[in-house]
């Protein structure tokens, strides 16, 4: 399964993906309008209406079918799914990321595509990135989007501290001289944000050479020295060049408003942010993320599934299809900066190079050459949730790093049983 990530990752820009729409005849045995839910998190709050431009395409070529779009940010999303999947009221479609769709195929939430697929299966993607969204053979859902993760910094306070812009060849010594720098606690300007959780960390411990599971994927293995030291990158800055825990509050969107109003001269984010930084008033731009012992850049993978119960397969297929691979929905996406579809079609591509906000968006492509892969295995949002908790608590100085990583080894350990 890593195979197939890796290979999806290193392939999705030169790998083909179908780009006509769904035309299967929806219309229900009485007439009807068919009325399709639609839950998704990565629409809310900036693609909302790029998303409608989408729903309202498909409409038109599917006029029996109404899309209804439920959104809920994503720290919230999976609760709310898997409440509404355990009560018997799930959407009939749903947004999955990788890291994700093995728990929930594993549990047998999922539609089998290929039971409503008919004439019109899947045809024109790339075979690893269908297999990436395959489970026990089977096709439970179909890639849409990818995106990376890269290092936005502010121009103007880099400028006005004198200190050299961020450069692809930086490590993580010079990304931590420079926030030293740039921090002013006097005027609440901090250097660097770089949230401690799972996400960061499994990167981070890429980036010190380390690796997350055994090869067999039945044993943790960061807490090494590697681990340490990726986990003491991420726990000491919080205080020094970014924001503790207390003084973040749990107020939501903390870091993105952070950096709106000028007060962040480095963020550790991905490119579903560049819309909303269209008119900040202020210069910026990306580059790709620091490294140590080597370079790794986190590139995650959203797909469209369907509920094993819903009662509208056919119609739920062809939204799925729809949103996965039209043109219409390629387009939409470069156009808005919304994440990057998986298409061979280089001059949609091209497009999105041409955007001049931010100026440096071949970050996104560069970080494409050394990815940092997400471990996966089935108890997943257990695990993330698990090693973000005992991260806090080394950030938080209730435990040294050491012993956060040992009680985070030994509950990850536990649920690869």
């Not at 309008?33 to 909302?48: G, I, N, Q």
């Not at 007060?263 to 580059?287: R, S, T």
Request: aromatic share 10%.
């Amino acid at each position: 399964m890593k195979k197939t990530i890796a290979l999806l990752a290193l392939a999705v820009l030169a790998t083909a993906c179908s780009q006509g729409s769904a035309t299967r005849d929806t219309t229900p045995a009485e007439g009807g309008k068919v009325t399709l839910r639609y839950f998704t998190f990565s629409a809310a709050p900036d693609h909302e209406k790029d998303l409608d431009k989408i729903v309202q395409a498909f409409e038109k070529e599917n006029p029996k079918v109404d899309v209804v779009v439920e959104t809920a940010p994503y720290d919230q999303y999976f609760t709310k799914l898997q409440t509404s999947i355990a009560g018997g009221t799930a959407p009939d479609t749903f947004e999955l990321n990788y890291e994700n769709f093995v728990t929930y195929a594993s549990a047998g939430s999922l539609l089998d595509l290929g039971t409503v697929a008919g004439d019109t299966a899947p045809t024109g993607f790339a075979e690893e990135s269908l297999n990436s969204f395959k489970h026990g053979g089977k096709q439970f859902a179909l890639p849409a989007s990818f995106s990376t993760v890269v290092l936005f910094y502010n121009k103007e306070l880099f400028e006005k501290a004198g200190v050299a812009l961020p450069t692809a060849d930086w490590t993580w010594a010079d990304e931590q001289a420079a926030a030293e720098k740039l921090t002013d606690k006097k005027a609440k300007v901090y250097g660097d944000f770089q949230p401690v959780q799972f996400f960061e960390f499994y990167k981070s411990l890429k980036q010190a050479g380390g690796t997350f599971l055994s090869d067999d994927g039945k044993k943790s293995t960061f807490n090494s020295p590697e681990g340490v030291k990726a986990a003491t990158w991420l726990v000491s800055k919080v205080g020094k060049t970014m924001p503790t825990e207390a003084e973040i509050g749990g107020t939501a969107d903390y870091d993105t408003n952070l950096f709106k109003s000028g007060k962040l001269a480095m963020w550790h984010n991905g490119i579903w942010q560049f819309a909303g930084l269209k008119d900040v008033p202020f210069e910026w731009d990306v580059v790709v993320e620091p490294g140590d012992a080597t370079k790794a850049s986190a590139v995650f993978h959203n797909s469209v599934a369907a509920s094993a119960g819903t009662k509208h397969g056919k119609e739920a297929y062809a939204w799925a299809k729809f949103l996965a691979s039209s043109n219409v929905a390629a387009t939409t996406r470069i156009e808005s900066s919304w994440e990057l579809p998986p298409v061979s079609d280089q001059a949609v591509l091209d497009g999105y190079l041409k955007d001049p906000k931010p100026a440096n968006r071949q970050a996104v492509f560069d970080s494409l050459k050394s990815i940092a892969l997400p471990p996966v295995i089935k108890r997943q949002q257990e695990m993330q949730d698990a090693v973000t908790q005992e991260l806090g608590n080394a950030a938080a100085g209730r435990v040294t790093v050491q012993e956060a990583l040992t009680a985070a080894a030994a509950k990850v350990d536990a649920l690869l049983g």
